[in-house]
């Protein structure tokens, strides 16, 4: 021990440590900003009169202001407010109070109690509604204090009295806004709750306001109470309908709004009926006083009315039928019994001559808005909304009828007829939204075939979008008779022959109107294929569009009618075999007695989706094999399983996107582990050019890949972003390896190493959460060696690089429940045509392109259409908005037109056309922190440095035939 201590205190004393001398620390200047207060006091200190002192008020205006100045510029400015006489100053000086109390970081708080003070002095009554609205501003800035609320709200009701209607309305907006129902207790022990539980009641006093922007305004200060979750009375339901008769319509929309709040709160209440001793439900009767609204003088008064009959789905079934008669229903009077009429008769004291029972009684006066229980204005009230002459007021009917008729399959098959009837309007958008609408509700519907007659009218239309939303309906419409079934048919073929375009869209129609409907085509079979039960007909031609369109319905309408092929003719089960293959979109799978099977399922198919998942899981289950393999071994694994993802991405269309995220994935693992082979980093340089021309278009390939993973594929959580990265990182470091064995010179190696650095640390920020999911892999043994590699030179860092790859373990991929690829298929041009279009060299001809995609992210931004010509030139088309539909979720529809032009020809050649998906890098990047000054503005703002921008190829090319002729001398 003695020893120990002894050598212990000889190396503690005897240790010669050398200092480096320490470098005179440079003298580093600071930059100070002028103080905008200073300033702004120095200005307002040279206006020799009031226009000055507005002029440097403006200037100051268009100037940012920070943080930290804004107290003192307030300062400046309140000083200022209180020496100022004119009014347009003090004006410019409570506006700009407001804009400075929402600069962010600074607590506007400390101000309020300064503007109140100038608020109770103000004699201008614009002036004093402008710092009112900057109160306001104030007050709703986040974090809200509950104190400051109180005082604000008592300061609101201070000046409710005032003269000005502009005074009251700001009043007002400050009630609705900062108002509280339970306000705490003040410090002087003098609740300030009797002023905020008092807000409804105060607030409902200014109904009868003589101004209408103040009525307005008191309406609009309680709807913004019961938005904020506080409650309203329901005694101000009766003052709430009289302003329903209101002469300023801003008022009778406000008043809509607050009749259909108290009927949502308090439906089952029970009000009296004015001038009669009946009783109705409160949800009854604000949706007869609404409906009645329905015909007011204001076009958008009757569209908001129109609008809110939709979302009272706590109306009786008898008043919403009510609404589709002009006539008034004797059900709405409450008729009485024989035994209170006797009673009656008895306790008038009259008699009678007895020829007739109560024949001397007197007659009882009627009054229509009086004694039905429903106000007679009110009746057909979505018959004069969809009469109306304003398009905006029919296109309102039009979607409150879907909203009653989707929760009620009653009053659906009511107002079938009324929304058939919208299809002939005048107005495309009109016709195209009943259509829209008449394919929600077609769940409870049945069309008769004098309503398919009036609806199939519309294929003549000449809108492409009408024709193509009729056909999405007709694919869910149920009918009634065979005869619906033909006359369909019939209209569809006309459809066909009129407009080819719409090939595609009647096919689909047709294919749904036949699965729906098996047993009303089984009568019409032998019609539509032409057979006879004892001659043969002629063979109809396939390359007839109409035929096929027949072949569609009469096979769809086979799958769920088995004795349906027994009346096929031998060339119908020939020409089923080939539409399988070919349209096997359209076709379904039959079993056809007597005659060999037609698979159209595979085993996968047969399975179903849960076994399929079962099949995906344990595929990546042997994925975490790999790490006890030899190299040859592992490769062979990889292959073998990317092959089966790749083949139940075809057999199982639910989870194609997600078999094919993960073949993806492995196919990067693999071109990396054959980049970084043995044999090829165990021999010099020059002596494996070839093998390192291999794995630098290895990391090229794995890098375009992994913007793929991350730009082609939706659903994606955090944890597969991460894996996505990580490979990216992996394919930047061998990109970094292989430049660094074949670049001479230092300055362009430490660049690299530099931006790798960065975008590393990079990586770490944006993934933290993520790190531990990444265990054993690159990013890992990189972040043990992170503390050194800054400091190591470039030739180190690159041979650790290397190591860390080679001896990396392969991440393992979780996938998130839901994972879709996005994908265009291009219909028009088809490409099969061998007529090319000629056109005049120099000049353009227009190319129609129709394609549908799905799951695409933000396809007006991200999808372009690509021209190759022969010559190799190529043009990138950037389509309209305008020229992208929205039929469902997830999907898209592009039709547009590409302009072709090129140099005179000798012969007729090909051009490519394809869809492209365009990515940037900077738009997956986490936004920064920082927060922009006031007054500055975004738009002068550098593109984030290093951004990666390009384009993937996410639909089959299509050629076509194109001829520039020469000009004509």
């Not at 071109?671 to 002596?687: D, G, S, T």
């Not at 041979?799 to 790859?805: A, C, H, I, R």
């Not at 365009?918 to 997956?924: M, P």
């Amino acid at each position: 021990m003695a020893a120990h201590l002894k050598k212990r205190v000889y190396e503690e004393f005897t240790r010669v440590v050398q200092v480096p001398a320490e470098e005179v620390p440079s003298k580093k200047l600071r930059l100070c900003k002028p103080s905008k207060s200073a300033a702004l006091h120095v200005d307002l200190c040279k206006a020799a009169n009031a226009t000055d002192a507005l002029q440097y008020l403006l200037q100051f205006a268009r100037k940012p202001v920070e943080a930290e100045s804004v107290e003192g510029v307030v300062r400046i400015l309140l000083e200022h407010y209180y020496k100022e006489a004119d009014s347009s100053v003090r004006l410019k000086i409570a506006s700009l109070l407001g804009v400075l109390s929402t600069t962010p970081g600074f607590s506007p708080d400390c101000i309020v109690e300064d503007v109140v003070s100038a608020a109770a002095n103000e004699k201008s009554h614009q002036v004093l509604a402008q710092l009112l609205d900057s109160l306001l501003t104030a007050g709703t800035q986040p974090p809200q204090s509950p104190v400051v609320a109180a005082r604000l709200a008592e300061v609101a009701r201070r000046h409710l009295s005032d003269a000005s209607f502009g005074v009251r309305n700001k009043c007002l907006q400050l009630l609705g806004r900062l108002g509280a129902g339970d306000a705490p207790l003040g410090k002087d022990g003098v609740g300030t709750s009797a002023v905020a539980r008092d807000v409804p009641s105060v607030i409902s006093d200014y109904f009868g306001d003589q101004d209408p922007r103040v009525r307005t305004a008191a309406l609009k200060a309680t709807l913004q109470l019961h938005e904020r979750g506080i409650k309203i009375q329901q005694m101000i339901y009766e003052q709430a309908c009289r302003l329903l008769a209101d002469d300023y319509e801003q008022v009778r929309s406000a008043a809509v709004q607050m009749v259909w709040v108290l009927s949502d709160l308090y439906p089952e209440s029970i009000v009296p009926i004015p001038s009669s001793n009946e009783e109705i439900r409160l949800a009854d009767d604000a949706f007869g006083k609404i409906s009645h609204m329905v015909s007011d003088g204001s076009w958008m008064v009757r569209a908001q009315a129109a609008k809110t009959l939709g979302s009272m789905s706590q109306v009786s079934p008898h008043f919403l039928e009510q609404t589709l008669d002009k006539k008034l229903m004797s059900d709405l009077r409450r008729k009485r019994t024989a035994h209170e009429r006797a009673k009656e008769l008895f306790a008038s004291g009259e008699f009678s001559s007895g020829r007739k029972w109560a024949d001397d009684t007197p007659k009882e006066k009627l009054d229509t808005n009086t004694v039905n229980l429903i106000a007679s204005g009110a009746c057909g009230a979505f018959v004069h909304g969809l009469e109306d002459e304003m398009f905006e007021v029919r296109i309102a009917a039009v979607e409150a009828l879907c909203r009653l008729a989707r929760s009620s399959p009653g009053f659906a098959e009511k107002c079938l007829d009324f929304l058939v009837d919208m299809f002939n309007d005048e107005i495309e958008e009109v016709r195209l939204q009943s259509i829209h609408v008449l394919r929600e509700i077609s769940t409870h519907i049945t069309l008769r075939e004098d309503q398919l007659d009036t609806v199939l009218a519309v294929l003549e239309d000449s809108s492409r979008d009408i024709r193509e939303a009729l056909h999405e309906l007709l694919c869910c419409t149920n009918v009634s008779t065979k005869e619906c079934i033909q006359l369909a048919l019939l209209e569809l073929l006309k459809n066909l022959s009129k407009y080819p375009a719409d090939r595609n869209s009647v096919w689909k129609c047709l294919k749904f109107l036949g699965s729906r409907h098996p047993m009303l085509v089984l009568p019409l079979v032998p019609e539509l294929l032409s057979t006879h039960p004892y001659f043969d007909t002629p063979e109809p031609d396939m390359d007839d569009p109409a035929y096929i369109a027949v072949l569609v319905l009469v096979f769809n309408a086979a799958k769920s009618c088995p004795t349906m092929p027994a009346l096929f003719s031998d060339h119908t089960f020939r020409h089923y075999a080939y539409l399988r293959d070919s349209l096997s979109y359209l076709v379904p799978p039959l079993r056809l007695p007597g005659r060999k099977q037609i698979h159209g399922l595979d085993s996968a198919d047969c399975q179903g989706v849960e076994s399929a998942q079962l099949f995906l899981q344990q595929s990546l289950d042997r994925v975490s094999t790999i790490q006890n393999l030899e190299a040859p071994g592992a490769q062979d694994l990889l292959i073998f399983i990317i092959r089966d993802l790749q083949r139940l991405g075809q057999l199982q269309t639910e989870l194609a996107g997600a078999a094919d995220f993960c073949a993806t994935y492995l196919r990067c693992q693999l071109l990396l582990i054959k980049a970084l082979q043995e044999k090829l980093w165990n021999v010099a340089v020059p002596l494996c050019l070839k093998q390192n021309v291999t794995a630098t278009a290895a990391a090229r390939q794995v890098l375009e890949e992994s913007y793929k993973l991350e730009f082609m594929y939706s659903g994606l959580e955090s944890r597969q972003v991460a894996v996505v990265h990580h490979v990216r990182l992996q394919a930047k470091a061998l990109q970094l390896v292989l430049s660094a064995r074949t670049t001479h010179g230092q300055d362009p190696l430490v660049g690299a190493c530099e931006k790798f650095l960065q975008e590393m640390d990079s990586f770490h920020r944006l993934f933290a959460a993520e790190l531990p999911h990444l265990r054993d892999g690159f990013a890992d043994k990189l972040a043990e060696a992170t503390p050194r590699l800054a400091s190591r030179k470039p030739s180190e860092l690159v041979n650790l690089l290397q190591t860390s790859l080679r001896h990396s373990a392969l991440v393992p991929l979780t996938l998130p429940p839901q994972v879709h690829r996005a994908t265009a298929n291009i219909i028009e041009p088809t490409g099969e045509s061998d007529n090319p279009l000629k056109f005049t060299s120099g000049l353009v001809v227009a190319l129609d392109v129709d394609a549908t995609l799905e799951h695409v992210r933000d396809p007006h931004g991200s999808v372009k259409v690509e021209v190759v010509y022969p010559d190799g030139q190529s043009h990138v088309i950037h389509p309209k908005p305008g020229d992208f539909r929205n039929p469902g979720p997830q999907r898209h529809r592009l039709i547009t037109q590409v302009y072709l032009s090129h140099g005179a020809w000798t012969e007729p050649c090909q051009v490519e056309v394809r869809l492209l998906l365009a990515y940037s890098s900077s738009s997956s990047s986490s936004s920064d922190d920082s927060k922009v000054a006031w007054g500055d503005s975004l738009d002068d703002l550098p593109p984030p440095e290093g951004a990666v921008e390009g384009t993937i190829a996410f639909s089959k090319p299509v050629k076509v035939f194109i001829m520039p002729k020469p000009a004509r001398r």
